[in-house]
């Protein structure tokens, strides 16, 4: 770690800086300080990660804990980091970057450098950097004592006030996160998952500990962050190529490197909350309808498949895996836009969506999802994510591309009829007592296929189930006037306590309608 005296103030440094190709231009801003010149390239990075991943894994130091544990919640929400100097504020990105304090829930330093002509020098933490309160526990932490993330505000020549408002934000672990079209935060994402819920183990959370700003060209409307994975058991390089369009899109190229056997090697995954929804509420749980981030996995398999599996809060913590290979793509959605089904200020409404497009040939393995029993709003219990089917050892590398979209839909919306609601209740029929262990269930389709059939065609639904009997199976056309919705109830009688795992579609002879519905339904819950 380089000492603060050999750190160089930009505005007094120009001569200097010049001298060693790294322009002043590409700073763009006169009070960050700035350490010496070191070479980089993204191959560079992916050296570093393999070679250390040869090493025995060692923490990054923290400043002064007694200090960061005094910086609670409401402590850390008074840390302002000053817009005025921002990285790129007055260019050459039209996108200038902010930084995140350290506190009692980040407190692992992020060291994070600026990049131009191959060059990188790391931005030197100083608390003249945040707006504070006199008396905040944060000015007694040592100089240079680091980040603890950051994020990029919307574009200067934009419709919002950019010192306000940010579009991608990456704090904690290697956590991070993007609004969509509809201006909204919601789930996040990861550059790792390490045995998430594994039986026996503790999930390992690894760090960007080193990130790295690619100084862009003016009027250039993507950003190029790279980014340095380290935890026990793993290493990695990442590459993220970012772009402010309606939607944030985002390149991922990753580089994987184990310095451990790893369980549950998790790619590209996707962390959510679903709390409730329509389909399934306790009674007076909490007054509204509906509390989630995420209300469903989509997937498009290798093979084509279109498939539709809604979101539990599950009684205990359940892993389903979805067999496939050379997938098409996989996200966490949030379907449901209807304000009315949430009337919560929070807007749940307009939580984006994010699609997995993988790159290349991911070979064989699983989409995985992971639910987790929660009773707030507050926990993060879903996380979806690939898992390479061939296991995951020390020594081993892996290298991934993949695309994220965040957007309000899925980027290739299916052709067929889209599920649009998944409910149910006591099964039987009105008017007679209803018979114990039997469970209605009604699902709701909607789209094109449908709204061509025929007057007087009936779609035929097509169900399965792991266990358990169906009947009193009844398609019909949805009584709201709106073309191409229809709905399938079905009641399922099943005895016994295991989840039950069900299958359906409607199809009109041999033509398929919809996508695919799955769902797991657990009779004791």
């Known amino acids: 770690m380089f000492n603060r005296r050999q750190f160089l103030q930009v505005a007094t440094a120009t001569a200097g800086l010049a001298a060693t190709g790294f322009s002043t231009k590409a700073l763009a801003q006169q009070s960050l300080k700035m350490g010496e010149p070191v070479p980089f390239s993204f191959e560079a990075l992916k050296r570093r990660a393999r070679e250390m991943a040869k090493e025995p894994y060692s923490a990054p130091p923290r400043p002064s804990p007694e200090v960061l544990e005094q910086i609670d919640y409401d402590a850390h929400g008074k840390i302002r980091f000053k817009t005025d100097l921002a990285l790129w504020a007055d260019g050459p990105s039209q996108f200038p970057v902010t930084f995140f304090h350290m506190g009692r829930f980040f407190q692992k330093p992020v060291r994070m450098h600026v990049v131009s002509d191959r060059q990188a020098r790391e931005i030197i933490y100083d608390s003249a950097y945040f707006d504070m309160p006199a008396d905040s526990p944060a000015r007694k932490l040592p100089e240079n004592s680091g980040f603890a993330g950051f994020r990029f505000q919307e574009s200067r020549n934009g419709r919002l006030d950019w010192r306000k408002n940010d579009w991608v934000a990456f704090l904690g672990a290697s956590y991070f996160r993007a609004i969509g079209e509809l201006y909204q935060y919601g789930l996040s994402a990861r550059g790792l998952a390490v045995d998430v819920a594994v039986h026996g183990k503790n999930e390992e959370f690894p760090d960007f500990t080193h990130v790295y700003f690619d100084t862009p060209q003016p009027g250039s409307d993507t950003v190029t962050v790279f980014a340095l994975l380290e935890g026990p058991s793993v290493t990695g390089a990442y590459r993220f190529v970012m772009q402010r369009a309606a939607a944030v899109i985002m390149d991922i190229e990753s580089a994987v490197f184990l310095r451990q056997d790893v369980s549950r090697l998790g790619i590209a995954p996707l962390t959510s909350m679903y709390w409730y929804s329509e389909k399934a509420k306790t009674t007076a749980i909490d007054w509204r309808p509906e509390i989630h981030d995420s209300d469903g996995l989509a997937m498009w398999t290798g093979s084509g498949e279109r498939i539709w599996r809604p979101l539990n809060n599950p009684p205990r913590i359940i892993t389903s895996a979805f067999v496939d290979e050379n997938p098409k793509g996989f996200g966490l959605l949030q379907r449901d836009r209807n304000f009315d089904h949430y009337l919560d200020g929070v807007y749940y409404d307009r939580r984006p969506s994010l699609w997995i497009e993988p790159q290349g040939n991911w070979g064989k393995g699983s989409i995985q999802l992971v639910e987790i029993p929660t009773d707030d709003e507050i926990h993060d219990n879903i996380v979806a994510m690939w898992v390479p089917a061939e296991p995951a050892r020390a020594g081993q590398s892996f290298d991934f591309r993949y695309r994220m979209s965040w957007s309000a839909e899925e980027p290739y919306p299916t052709p067929l009829a889209r599920v649009v609601a998944t409910r149910f209740g006591n099964g039987g029929q009105a008017g007679t007592v209803r018979p114990k262990g039997v469970r209605k269930f009604m699902v709701e389709f909607l789209g094109p296929p449908l709204a061509k059939l025929p007057n007087g065609v009936i779609p035929q639904p097509v169900l399965t189930a792991s266990r358990g009997e169906f009947s009193n199976v009844l398609t019909e056309a949805v009584p709201n006037n709106v ?43």
Request: aromatic share 16%; proline share 7%; net charge negative.
């Open 483 to 525: 073309p191409g919705h229809w709905r399938t109830q079905f009641d399922l009688t099943v005895t016994g306590t295991e989840p039950v795992e069900m299958r359906g579609y409607l199809r009109n002879g041999d033509e398929v309608l919809s996508e695919t519905w799955l769902y797991q339904y657990h009779p004791a819950f």
